[in-house]
């Protein structure tokens, strides 16, 4: 049997990603990316969606009997209602994992700006060659903190985890929420955020992470500590946010992922644009050329295995 494979979104991909086909009998189509009132079009003959960033909700996935397979090109499952596909067999792959030290290289890159701040300078030395700022012989414009020796806590225990935790001799400990995770590097959210010098975003976003950090944890931080969020934007209070930075409550904020995606120009957080203690990018944390040909790479194998299960499974029940 030949399966048809509908890759929802091309358009993320860089131009350098080589995206193979799966090892079975298939036909395929794709598209550069699929609007809500697009989907039933492009899926009404798929067996197999194969999504970089489009989310599977139940109100289309039930006009869609013929699907059997969904193929996320992404670590977690939150674009797709997996309650419904479980109840309804349809198998949810997606590709834990795939870009760990890619988030936590992209991690480190933002800690070090906001505490270094190189690209500040930069734009500093941009205004005086334009005669907007001073020339003098010392610039005392940006602070500049050392990294070393300053408490970086995490939240989230997966692979980006470690590859954070070996950051510039910095002290490293994670939030140990509910007593899921101990030991000696592990602390009490609140003791964490008393105590840390910088916090990392790390984790997926569930009912239990959303809006985990919100102003009244905000206001427990110390007023020069920053908050780093490559996991999921939900998970911070961006309101929140806003007002402890423009407070003065916080020495740095910079974040991958925000709650509403893609980022939209009237997205409140571009009041802080023009800050040089704060950093807004376009959930790239994750698209290194290296990264994402692994992460295609790998999707697409999760299809070639769902097929020749699938395919396994029906000769043992002809035999």
């Known amino acids: 049997m030949s399966e048809h494979i509908v890759l929802l979104d091309d358009e993320g991909l860089a131009p350098s990603t080589r995206l193979k086909r799966p090892d079975c009998a298939h036909t395929w189509q794709q598209f ?3 609007c809500p009132e697009q989907m039933l079009d492009h899926l ?8 970089c960033s489009v989310p599977l909700r139940e109100e289309h996935l039930r006009q869609l009997p013929k699907l059997k397979m969904i193929s996320l090109a992404l ?3 939150d674009i797709v209602d997996v309650d419904y596909c479980d109840a309804h067999g349809i198998e949810v792959a997606s590709v834990p994992g795939y870009a760990a030290n890619t988030v936590a290289e992209h991690s480190l890159a933002m800690i070090l700006e906001l505490f270094r701040r190189p690209a500040a300078f930069t734009r500093l030395m941009r205004q005086v060659h334009a005669g907007e700022k001073p020339y003098q012989n010392i610039y005392f ?7 070393r020796d300053k408490q970086l806590a995490i939240i989230g225990s997966g692979p980006i985890a470690p590859h954070l935790a070996r950051a510039f001799g910095m002290q490293v400990l994670f939030e140990d929420r509910g007593g899921k995770r101990q030991g ?3 602390r009490p959210l609140a003791e964490l955020l008393r105590s840390c010098d910088v916090l990392s975003i790390n984790c997926p976003l569930t009912p239990a992470t959303y809006n985990l950090i919100d102003a009244a944890q905000l206001a427990l931080m110390k007023p020069d500590a920053v908050v780093v969020n490559t996991g999921r934007g939900g998970v911070v209070n961006e309101a929140a946010l806003i007002q402890a930075l423009q407070a003065g409550r916080l020495g ?11 980022l939209h120009p009237s997205n409140p957080l571009f009041q802080l644009i023009d800050r040089d203690d704060f950093l807004l990018n376009p959930h790239i944390a994750w698209s290194s050329e290296d990264a994402m040909q692994q992460l ?7 299809i070639s295995a769902f097929v020749a299960r699938q395919a396994n499974a029906k000769r043992i029940r002809s035999a």
């Open 296 to 302: 295609m790479d790998s999707a697409v194998d999760n």
């Open 75 to 77: 670590t977690g499952r």
């Open 32 to 34: 550069a990316y699929t």
């Open 141 to 147: 414009n940006h602070r500049i903190r050392d990294v």
């Open 44 to 51: 009404q003959d798929a067996t197999i969606a194969f999504t």
């Open 252 to 262: 740095g904020v910079a974040l991958d992922v925000v709650e509403q995606e893609p």
């Open 184 to 186: 000696p590097d592990c």
